[in-house]
């Protein structure tokens, strides 16, 4: 057997956000240097504290597995915990409810050595029944787990494993329990990624005693091992955490507690955080972290660029599902402009749905020239020069990659405007909004997409395959060739192999122009400066554990 600590495919990647990891001090560390080590290595807590982290909108679901929404993973996150944790700074792997694991040499058998002595915020014992339920709920849709007559899906395991349970593409054929603290999985066919889907924090492990207790209802009443406790949640308003007193890291976590608040306008929030309202707010507004900086008490952090903000198409409406339709507004869209306008420069034009910095971005993508007569050409090749009109779906919150909605949906409805195209503006409650975008109810709608395993596969493959329907495909956008390069990307192991065909794939997708991929953006943050330890995620989802907040 090989002992594989990090797919040699995501080392670059690692590097890169490695190197590029800013704001914060550094983790685990006390800010006022009353830290110390105790007698296992571990941290004695200090200083504690309740932190009230301030952001734009609601969680969606407390049941990490079923959405996709980054402000659902931000708290779970804190409740429950992975097999594998990623750096505090990058996508590296590390232990986590695993302490280690072993790779046969031909990728398809994976052991995991599990953690001892951990429970479940109920008291049960964390083990390795409980890792293969888990896996067996998200997998299998008639799992007495899986409650999908209540509603619920997990699209983003069907992306990431190839499908469920019965599906040719499933690439985990087997989850064997071999002792209480060992678990193996037998896959079908090599898959890239695997490793790295194990610090996602959509496959965290909730204690079976808990789904048998609540039932559909356990998205609201989540119990896993993390280092803070579900305590209650006011829709639209907040959610409170407590410290884990029996968490199994010594000295952790810091905090007493968190309370994630929810503020949807920046400013407000801002207003809030200088008035001591609150601690740490993020969708900090360009402009604003400009006229912060220096300020006393305050302080900003930002968040190592990791995503896309997009304008996606619903293929499946008229006009949207002429290809000429789509490359005119493509051409239309001048994205210079949004960028100094809306995110001060802390933004790069994007080409493709996957940052730069990816294994398999493709350089020779060149984005949609910003050319109004293009578009006009387009559009009258459509037979549409008299122009159209649409609902454009606009976020009613701030998000990592689009710090303020409303004024980039002003300024493409007045660039569409020239081609006599009508873009009415749509908002709604961010959950509605989120669940109706997958019904498919949409014309055209702004979102965008962070990664949260440092690989292309949750780029390309969510967004852009047809696994990702229903669920984070919004576009509906599915491609036979596309889907067939994904899926084999997915499964090799050579990481040339693997580059050479999501490149070949970003070729058509650009193409077939199901999105304007508008930026990568780089999201900031600002706090008090009276927190030490916090470490923002590329992901967007950080655990707070190393937190802590003095008077």
């Not at 696994?467 to 040339?496: R, W």
Request: glycine share 10%; charged share 25%; proline share 5%.
């Amino acid at each position: 057997m090989k002992k594989a600590k990090m797919p040699l495919f995501s080392a670059a990647l690692l590097a890169v956000f490695v190197l590029g990891a800013c704001g914060g001090d550094e983790t685990g560390t006390d800010g006022n240097g009353t830290g110390e080590q105790n007698n296992n290595g571990g941290e004695e807590s200090s200083s504690g504290g309740t932190l009230i982290f301030a952001r734009g909108g609601d969680s969606q679901s407390l049941d990490y597995a079923s959405v996709t929404d980054g402000e659902s993973s931000r708290v779970t996150k804190q409740i429950y915990e992975t097999l594998i944790e990623f750096a505090d700074d990058s996508f590296e792997l590390e232990p986590g409810l695993a302490k280690d694991w072993d790779v046969d040499d031909d990728g398809l058998r994976y052991v995991f050595y599990l953690q001892e002595g951990v429970t479940f915020h109920d008291g049960t014992p964390f083990n390795a029944d409980a890792v293969k339920t888990n896996f067996e709920r998200w997998a299998d849709p008639d799992h007495q787990y899986a409650f999908t007559d209540e509603g619920y899906s997990y699209s983003v395991y069907g992306t990431q494993f190839g499908g469920f349970k019965g599906d040719e593409g499933h690439v985990i054929e087997e989850i064997n329990v071999i002792s209480d603290y060992e678990v193996e999985f037998i896959l079908s066919k090599p898959l890239g990624s695997f490793l790295q889907n194990m610090g996602m924090s959509y496959f965290a492990i909730t204690s079976p005693a808990a789904l048998e207790e609540y039932g559909a209802d356990i998205d609201e009443n989540p119990v896993g091992t993390g280092p803070f406790k579900f305590v209650s949640w006011t829709k639209d308003a907040s959610i409170v955490l407590e410290k884990n007193e029996d968490y199994w890291q010594d000295g952790l976590p810091k905090l007493d507690g968190v309370t994630f608040q929810v503020i949807p306008d920046n400013s407000a929030r801002l207003t809030a955080l200088q008035s001591g309202e609150i601690d740490l707010m993020d969708g900090l507004a360009p402009d604003d972290a400009a006229m912060i900086e220096g300020q006393a008490g305050l302080t900003t952090f930002e968040r190592t660029p990791n995503n896309v903000g997009y304008l996606g198409f619903n293929i499946e409406k008229e006009p949207f599902d002429d290809v000429r339709v789509r490359q005119a507004i493509n051409h239309a869209i001048d994205k210079n402009e949004i960028i100094n306008n809306i995110y001060g420069g802390l933004a790069e034009p994007a080409a493709n749905a996957v940052p730069k910095d990816y294994l398999g971005h493709n350089d020779d993508v060149v984005a949609y020239e910003y050319d109004m007569d293009k578009a006009k050409e387009l559009l009258e090749e459509a037979g549409y020069g008299d122009g159209f009109e649409f609902d454009l779906w606009t976020m009613p919150v701030s998000r990592p990659y689009m710090p303020d909605p409303e004024q980039a949906a002003v300024v493409i409805q007045d660039a569409l405007s020239e081609l006599n195209i009508t873009a009415n503006i749509v908002t709604k409650e961010w959950a509605t909004y989120l669940e109706e975008i997958e019904l498919g109810y949409q014309d055209m709608f702004m979102l965008g997409w962070s990664g949260v395993n440092g690989d292309p596969d949750y780029f390309l493959g969510s967004l852009l395959s047809t696994d990702g329907i229903p669920g984070s495909n919004q576009m509906f956008f599915s491609h036979e060739e596309v889907d067939a390069l994904l899926a084999e990307a997915k499964t090799t192991i050579d990481p040339e192999e693997r580059a050479a065909l999501y490149e070949e794939a970003q070729l058509i997708i650009h193409e077939e122009a199901p999105m304007v991929p508008l930026v990568h953006a780089i999201p900031a943050l600002a706090g008090v400066d009276t927190i030490s330890g916090y470490v923002p995620h590329p992901s967007t989802s950080e655990s707070l554990k190393h937190v802590e907040i003095s008077n």
